[in-house]
């Protein structure tokens, strides 16, 4: 069996058996040196990594649908959201048409005090989606959620603190997209209890985390978040959950350090193909 057949199957075993939260904060074709932080994936790999989901059998639902679906438990299994994080100005420019030729949905959570400016995490005058291109993405059906106003670490902050970030971006979105917000994620996936009260009290259906925090519970969703590091073997295995246990282990770190260079130049060859 091919390499690609084995990911398939294996990715077909997980949607019999649960659901899936997909997170992601960028697709476009970058230089390594405007993205830091491997934010963007190349729009081949987004295309490829949405086949997978849909030859695997997962139906592509939204957050809100699928908390709704949930019921406040773990969903019926077979169920896969696509999320991005900040709002970054590409979820309109090239992740939209993707989407539309798809038929799929997804869920934009934006960070509201930077709408219109710079983005502050990429180069080469990057920049956040404005109210115009976020209304436009709300007409197209795609679900806009909270993801604070000034996007702090909310594990640090007391409940008041927390309330403002949450209810403020939640107001501001609600006022852009003429639609209620229900869905919220959580800046560099933390939380504590102050910021799950004040999640509870903004009114907010369900919340999402990642990077191997939280469960099923609608206020801390797990979520699978993917990188421009990610080739199929890591999509497959954070979808599965066991991608994180292993980078966090010891043996993890030894790899990394040793295939280090090896996949910067991978990633390299990979940009650098996608704008040709």
């Known amino acids: ?42 729009p081949d790999r987004f295309r490829h990594q949405l086949d997978l989901l849909a030859d695997a059998g997962f139906e592509l639902v939204t957050v809100a649908e699928l908390a709704q679906r949930a019921a406040g438990g773990p969903p019926p299994p077979g169920l896969a959201t696509i999320s991005f994080d900040d709002g970054m100005e590409n979820n309109h420019r090239i992740v939209l048409p993707i989407l539309r030729e798809a038929g799929v949905p997804a869920t934009v959570y934006v960070t509201t ?59 501001a979105l609600e006022a852009i997209a003429g639609s209620p917000v229900r869905t919220f994620a959580y800046p560099f996936c933390r939380y504590g209890d102050a910021a799950l009260a004040a999640v509870r009290r903004a009114g907010l259906a369900a919340a999402v985390t990642c990077e191997g925090r939280g469960d099923w519970t609608p206020h801390r969703m797990k979520r699978a978040l993917v990188t421009a590091r990610d080739g199929t073997p890591s999509f497959v295995a954070k979808l599965a959950d066991v991608y994180q246990p292993i980078f966090d282990s010891a043996p993890g770190r030894l790899a990394r350090a040793a295939t280090r260079g090896a996949r910067t130049r991978v990633r390299a060859r990979d940009r650098d193909g996608a704008g040709r």
């Not at 989606?129 to 679900?143: K, N, P, S, W």
């Not at 000034?150 to 902050?157: A, G, K, R, Y």
Request: aromatic share 4%; charged share 30%.
């Open 113 to 171: 005090g930077m709408i219109g400016k710079s983005n502050p995490w990429m180069g080469d005058g990057a920049r956040m989606m404005d109210e115009r291109e976020l209304a436009e993405l709300a007409e197209a059906g795609i679900e806009l959620g909270a993801h604070t106003v000034t996007h702090p670490d909310l594990s640090v902050l007391d409940e008041e603190e927390c309330y403002g970030e949450i209810a403020g971006s939640k107001a």
């Open 1 to 42: 069996m091919s390499g690609s057949r084995v990911w398939l199957a294996a990715l077909r075993r997980l949607a019999r058996r649960r659901s899936v939260n997909v997170g992601y904060h960028g697709v476009d074709t970058v230089r390594p040196e405007d993205d830091p932080e491997n934010h963007c994936i190349p």
